[in-house]
């Protein structure tokens, strides 16, 4: 007689795993904590039913262990294959994304093939801080506003490199809408050698126009090099033609 008996049943999800973003700050290289808005609105093509794609948008999954965000296909969802656009959005308004970001998925397994690595699905993304970003008390930083006298009718999305010359090529911002722009000097801190102080530097600049960043901004003041004082944050208005 089976009427006492209990019948246990333990149903499964399965998950597949896509790809994982990390973002960093574009300065200072380090995990953004706070929880960001990361998902795509749209799918490459997928082969026929029964093969059924995640629903958009799709988001990604936050891990609150390392601050990453998993793109993951579950419970018979199939994963896209193709070419994936990226957006990501911070509520806070703190960081924002200025270039795009397309994923290839599937990830190409080149760690350990055939067996996937962390590696394999691990992108890592700069984010650009702006000035809702929660700068240090004795960071040296750059608040800037680029204002135009008229000749340059749009100060948005100028490329901005901003430090002690010779400038690197790979740290660089870009101007918001109204012309303002955030960068971070982590590497530049005041120093003590016996009696001498070393207390401000002078920064270089580099402006360049969109959309192929190839043509030249020359600001009209204040003029460069300009001496900042480190371990402070410096506001800036720079003036353009």
């Not at 399965?14 to 960093?24: A, E, P, S």
């Not at 093509?45 to 390392?66: F, K, M, T």
């Not at 579950?74 to 795009?100: K, M, W």
């Amino acid at each position: 007689m089976i009427g006492d008996a209990t019948i246990f049943l333990r149903p499964s999800i399965q998950h597949r795993l896509g790809v994982v973003l990390r973002f960093v700050d574009a300065f200072t290289g380090r995990p953004i904590d706070a929880p960001l808005d990361v998902r795509t609105i749209a799918l490459p093509s997928l082969p026929p039913p029964p093969a059924r794609p995640p629903n958009l948008p799709w988001r990604a999954v936050r891990s609150e262990g390392d601050s990453s965000y998993r793109f993951i296909a579950s419970d018979g969802e199939t994963l896209p294959s193709g070419a994936v656009e990226i957006l990501v959005d911070d509520p806070r308004g703190a960081y924002v994304n200025f270039e795009p970001l397309t994923i290839s998925l599937p990830r190409p397994l080149v760690a350990h093939p055939p067996a996937p690595d962390r590696s394999d699905f691990l992108v890592e993304r700069k984010l650009w801080p702006t000035r809702l970003a929660a700068l240090g008390p004795s960071e040296t930083a750059v608040i800037g506003r680029v204002v135009s006298s008229g000749a340059l009718t749009d100060v948005a999305a100028l490329k901005i490199r901003l430090g002690v010359a010779p400038l690197a090529l790979d740290v660089y911002t870009y101007t918001n809408g109204a012309g303002e722009f955030v960068v971070r000097l982590p590497g530049l801190k005041g120093k003590v050698v016996g009696t001498f102080v070393t207390a401000t530097t002078a920064l270089d600049i580099e402006m360049l126009e969109p959309p192929a960043y190839t043509s030249s901004v020359i600001p009209t003041a204040p003029p460069f090099p300009f001496t900042v004082t480190l371990g402070q944050v410096t506001a800036m208005e720079i003036q353009v033609p």
